[in-house]
């Protein structure tokens, strides 16, 4: 039976012992872990005098001490976790806080409690990992639920196969090359990877290929978060924003497929939202002819006021709360300014809204062009028929709501507070937004002419093309 304590973890170096009683002159392995993140794996070797003088551990060399080779930041907390490699458990006083303060003991499962807990399979295939994540403990962590696992002969191959699948996506370095090759880390390492994270979106629907895939373009200010509100209660989905590190973290990660993976069972679909570009699909071959792709456009000038709005009412938000929200903090950097100045709200909105419409990181030119793919309203157009994609405008979105999902509503969630508006804005404002946007101008004018000729909410494949004649 494996037993061992952590004598010390500080922010420099973390030292104990670990053995294994029934064979007390063999060393064994343990992991080190820092916000899930394996940093070490140690052979228990040291000497350890207290150890030996026991009698219960034959020479006593089962002593280990690593280093890290940055001091950990004192300035954050850190989750440091020590655990035996063969079977995930941690040591005794192996799972702490670490701040600036000292360090807090994470409470454990029990022996008792553990012992108790149904087994899991070893996942071999991607379905049968994402079927793991039901069980994921967000006060234990993934080790936790790894250390239900039992594994016995797998390779490196078969753990990045069960993550990845046929992506055979990259899964880090391999740091602990040197070391005794441990199943269970590495698949912490796969999960944990930044590739593992980027492709979620892409992994989870191949990994549930029965499951027809409600494929929405979402085009800034279109109506796309009242639809999200809308579609995300009727089916399980998942956010483009899961696939971003700097907006989700791992354990936020990992508890949405906890929620999510249980509700597949009961449904036939699934949705997938956020501002994804129509290309992403198509490049990834997520769009099939059984899916339904999906989008809705606006005037590319009413999108670039609506937006600027956008950027106000956010700050404004910002100002009343006193915390500068992470798309603030991007914006702010776009427009030259260090921090939300202090200004009567007449003033900021003056400034803000008309700084925002010229500044081309955040009004883009064409935005209709760039989410859905082309530089011209020919191709696009070219590229929405031949994808199968469902077209409607934010002017008939109530409607198609009503006829296309059976959705009786008139609201419009996230609508922009209107600091200012169209008709407020000078002759060379407009000029300056018609120019940078002409295709789109184009696009949805052809969009608009081709729903009034055939009286339809939507267009739909050849629906899409001007008829010719």
Partial sequence: MLAGFVDRISHGEVAGWAGNKDRPDEAVDISIFVEGYKRAQLVCDLARPDLKQSGQWGDGRHGFRFRFPAPLAREATHRVSVRFTATGRALNEGEVVLSADGTTPVPLRNRTEAD???????????????????????????????????????????????????????????????????????????????AFQQEILTLLLHAFPEKRRLLFVHIPKCAG??????????????????????????????????????????????????????????????????????????????????????????????????????????????????????????????????KTLRTREIVIANPLCHWLGGGDAATVLERLATSGAEVTET????????????????????????????????????????????????LFETVQQRLAALGTNSLTGAQLLPAKG
């Fill in 116 to 194: 108790e807990m149904l087994a899991l399979p070893t996942p071999c295939t991607p379905p049968d990992t994402f079927r793991l994540f039901p069980f994921y403990d967000r006060s234990y962590g993934l080790s936790d639920l790894l250390a239900r696992l039992d594994f016995s002969s797998q390779q490196a191959r078969h753990i990045r196969y069960a993550v990845f699948g046929a992506l055979r996506a990259a899964d880090g370095r391999d740091e602990f090359a040197n070391s005794t090759y441990a199943p269970r880390d590495h698949l912490n390492q796969c999960l944990m990877s930044a």
């Fill in 225 to 354: 978060s009242d639809l999200s509100h809308h579609l995300m209660t009727r089916y399980p989905s998942i956010d483009q924003r899961m696939m971003d590190e700097k907006w989700t973290s791992k354990d936020a990660l990992f508890a949405t497929l906890r929620d999510l993976v249980p509700a597949l069972p009961l449904f036939d679909s699934i949705f997938a939202r956020g501002h994804i570009r129509l290309s992403w699909y198509l490049e990834r071959g997520l769009a099939r002819p059984i899916d339904r792709l999906f989008t809705i456009m606006r005037h590319p000038v009413e999108i670039a006021v609506s937006q600027a709005n956008y950027v106000m009412m956010r700050m404004a938000q910002d100002l009343e709360i006193g915390k500068t929200s992470l798309d603030t903090q991007q914006w702010l950097v776009h427009l030259g300014l260090d921090e939300i100045p202090q200004w009567p709200l007449a003033d900021l909105a003056e400034h803000v809204c008309h």
């Fill in 395 to 442: 002017s008939r979105y109530n409607r198609w709501l009503r006829e296309t999902w059976g959705i009786e509503s008139a609201t419009r969630l996230n609508e922009s507070r209107k600091f200012i508006s169209q008709g407020a804005l000078n002759r060379e404002e407009l000029d300056y937004l018609n120019g940078i946007s002409a295709e789109d101008a184009k």
